[in-house]
């Protein structure tokens, strides 16, 4: 082999050396990149769930404030509407008592109240001012030295009986029932948790 042909043959193999060399180069550049890739897919992919799980987090929050919010709302306005309803009853319940205190049935009424009652000797009873009128008709069922005095109290009517040292007085009176059968309701409210009306 001459000069030449052992200088092309050199030529040859280095390139081949060479081209060997940038092929590995290329396929391990190839298979760099490929995993770069990879991992920047993986890491995209974590960043893109933690983004969308504090997305959904927020949204959840959102959400539940809003709900919470809405319930109190609404909670509110049905109980303001309860005591607008509960103001009115006892309001017509007291105006329905004021009516009948003031009928012809009241008298018979009061008067079957003090015989139930029984008032003992030297006892005061105490009526509304506008029931004094009913004095004569009343003592009729009382013993006799019983004494009748206004109270400014009483405004429904009813009496209330105080005992003559003045330690003891009943309480007949249709203002302390009414205000009794208020308590009653919302004494059971209470209890029931609202839900018995």
């Not at 929050?61 to 303001?80: G, P």
């Not at 009652?117 to 009128?133: F, G, H």
Request: proline fraction near 2%; charged fraction near 25%.
């Amino acid at each position: 082999m001459n000069a030449n042909q052992k200088l092309m043959q050199f030529i040859a193999s280095v390139e081949h050396n060479i081209q060997a060399e940038a092929d590995a180069m290329l396929a391990t550049a190839e298979a760099e990149a490929r995993e770069i890739l990879h991992k920047a897919n993986r890491e995209s992919k974590a960043l893109a769930e933690r983004q969308l799980a504090t997305a959904k987090k927020a949204l959840t929050l959102k959400y539940q404030r809003r709900l919470a919010q809405n319930s109190f709302q609404f909670h509110t306005a049905i109980l303001r509407q309860r005591t607008r309803h509960l103001s009115q009853l006892f309001s017509d319940l007291q105006q329905r008592v004021a009516d009948f205190s003031a009928s012809a049935d009241y008298l018979p009424w009061l008067k079957n109240l003090l015989v139930a009652v029984q008032p003992t000797a030297q006892t005061t009873i105490l009526l509304r001012k506008s029931d004094l009128q009913y004095v004569s008709e009343l003592q009729k069922v009382c013993p006799t030295d019983c004494r009748f005095a206004a109270d400014e109290s009483i405004t429904l009517g009813g009496c209330m009986v105080l005992s003559a040292d003045g330690k003891r007085c009943m309480n007949h009176t249709l203002d302390d029932a009414l205000a009794e059968q208020i308590r009653n309701f919302h004494r059971e409210q209470l209890q029931n948790g609202g839900n018995k009306t």
